[in-house]
């Protein structure tokens, strides 16, 4: 089993930056692809980012290209999502998953694992 713990979100204004955590005490991190998801109220989860299980592929959606940009650190078990330039509709619970593949996948189906979520509220 694998647990995902969640830190980082809050609220912030239009223009700010953000950053999200998630870390696990897995000892199999290194060969799982991580993903970064949203759900704001009423609407599905929406995809946000993802990175493959060596860290040199990523993958994001045109609604956050060139503002989010997730990372990971093996050693440290660790995978982030920086998020700039924010606007009101990123405002939703930030979800950090992970799948046992090596690469990247953008539909949540295929992701095993989740953290908990975190809200991220950008007022205008």
């Known amino acids: 089993q694998v647990q995902l713990v969640q830190s980082g979100g809050g609220l912030v204004h239009t223009g700010d930056s953000l950053g999200l955590s998630c870390t696990t005490s897995a000892p199999t991190f290194s060969i799982l692809s991580m993903g970064w998801f949203r759900q704001a109220p009423g609407k599905n989860r929406e995809f946000v980012a993802a990175i493959s299980a060596s860290g040199a592929s990523t993958t994001y959606p045109d609604s956050v290209k060139g503002r989010f940009t997730i990372s990971r650190d093996n050693s440290k078990k660790t995978v982030q999502l920086q998020m700039s330039s924010l606007k009101p509709e990123d405002t939703a619970v930030y979800y950090c998953?992970?799948?046992?593949?090596?690469?990247?996948?953008?539909?949540?189906?295929?992701?095993?694992?989740w953290g908990q979520g975190t809200q991220v509220t950008v007022s205008s």
């Open positions: 998953a992970a799948r046992t593949g090596s690469t990247t996948r953008v539909d949540a189906l295929e992701y095993h694992y």
